[in-house]
Each structure stands twice: as structure tokens, then as C-alpha cells.
């Protein structure tokens, strides 16, 4: 005869079991890690920015003659005398980096140090840049998910001898450079979002028309 109580017990038990080894059904299984890959590997990217850092600091002492002319005139602009290299000077009607210009102007105008404004912002304009080219390689190949090969051109680039001279150097030299990689990695996207219609384009070419501020003959350049 069928002992229908110790079937019982023993399903309850055998349940309970289960239960206890799976946990309720959405719950992650036990010594399971909640693991961020996409955040891991955005910390990753700041590895070639810490490279670029220490490498300028091994040339921080270099400014350019340049890059002391830019700095005349964004002193005098600061200063209400206009866009000259002297305050009694006479008014420049035309010179590269005029925005680079504006920018430094505007730390004047705050009273910082215009050589250290410099310098250290074009510093973080260059790690910016390094910051976004892994995702133009995840643009470029139509990818959602992080690989290790996104880290080759931000780790080269940072290595590069020219890369951490130009960025201490208190030159626009980053400032442009930040705009063309912003200008890829927003061409690369509506490319493949198949952007049409009015306002298509407007994001990459924003950019570009800021870089042309920067640099009078980027048009050239870019035709060449």
C-alpha cells in the first residue's frame, strides 16, 4: 500500500533542495559576479591617456616660439586691446588658431597663467582624442562589443614621440586633432544609421567647421 504522506515529504524535501542549490528562478546563480565588460573596458581606454600624460611631462619644459605668439595675442585680447600682438599694436586682420586664441583669451580673462592654461589644456584635449579612437574602431566595424585590438591606435599614438611633445607644448595642435577624430567617429555612426533627410551630416560637419577656425586651410587639406 502506497504511504501517500512519506511521498509527499520527501517531494517537499527534494524541491526545497533544489531550490535551495538554484535559488528562485531569476536569481543569479550562486558565485555568479556582476560584471560590466563595457565599464571595464572604458577604464581600459584610460590606460593610453595615463601613458600620454607621463610622456608629456617628459617634455613640459618645451614651448614652441609659436606658441608664444598665440599667447601675445590672446594676453592683448584678454587685456581689451584686441586681437594684437601688442596692446598699441596693430590689429591682426588674419592668423591661424583663431579659436585656440579665443580659448586662451578666455583664461586670461579669468586670471590663470596663460602658458599653463596652455599647456594643460591641450594635454586634456590629446587624452580626449586617445579616449575616442576605440570607438571609432568599434564604429568602423560595425560593432556593439569591446576588443582588445580598439586599444592598439590610442596605445600607439600615445607612444608616439610627436604625440606628447604637441601636447605639451601649449600649440592647437590637439585641439585639432580632437575635432577630426569627433568628426570621424559621428560621420562613421550616421553612415551606418543610414542617416536621410534635413539635418543629416549636421553632427560630423559641426567639427569640421570648428576645425577650419582652427586651421584656415584645413579645407585645403582635406581636398588634398
Not at 573596458?41 to 607621463?54: A, D, G, R
Not at 599653463?116 to 580626449?128: E, H, N, R, T, Y
Request: with cysteine; net charge positive.
Amino acid at each position: 500500500m502506497l504511504d501517500y504522506g512519506s511521498i509527499s515529504t520527501r517531494s517537499s524535501t527534494h524541491v526545497a533542495a533544489s531550490t535551495k542549490d538554484s535559488g528562485s528562478p531569476g536569481a543569479p546563480r550562486r558565485g555568479a559576479r556582476n560584471r560590466n565588460p563595457d565599464f571595464r573596458w572604458k577604464l581600459l581606454h584610460l590606460l593610453p591617456v595615463v601613458v600620454l600624460c607621463v610622456h608629456s611631462i617628459l617634455h613640459w619644459s618645451y614651448t614652441s616660439a609659436e606658441t608664444a605668439t598665440l599667447l601675445c595675442y590672446a594676453r592683448t585680447l584678454a587685456e581689451g586691446g584686441g586681437l594684437a600682438l601688442q596692446p598699441d599694436a596693430v590689429q591682426s586682420h588674419g592668423f591661424s588658431s583663431l579659436l585656440w586664441v579665443l580659448m586662451l583669451a578666455g583664461a586670461g580673462g579669468l586670471g590663470l597663467p596663460l602658458l599653463a592654461c596652455a599647456k594643460v589644456i591641450g594635454l586634456l584635449l590629446a587624452g580626449g582624442t586617445l579616449y575616442l579612437l576605440p570607438g571609432i574602431s568599434r564604429a568602423l566595424n560595425n560593432r556593439t562589443t569591446w576588443r582588445p585590438v580598439d586599444l592598439v591606435a590610442p596605445s600607439l599614438l600615445a607612444l608616439h614621440p610627436a604625440m606628447g611633445l604637441h601636447a605639451a607644448s601649449g600649440l592647437e595642435t590637439s585641439l585639432g586633432l580632437l575635432l577630426v577624430a569627433a568628426a570621424l567617429l559621428l560621420f562613421v555612426r550616421e553612415e551606418h544609421a543610414f542617416c536621410q533627410g534635413r539635418g543629416c551630416g549636421l553632427g560630423s560637419a559641426a567639427p569640421l567647421i570648428l576645425l577650419v577656425v582652427v586651421y584656415p586651410e584645413a579645407p585645403v587639406l582635406a581636398g588634398a
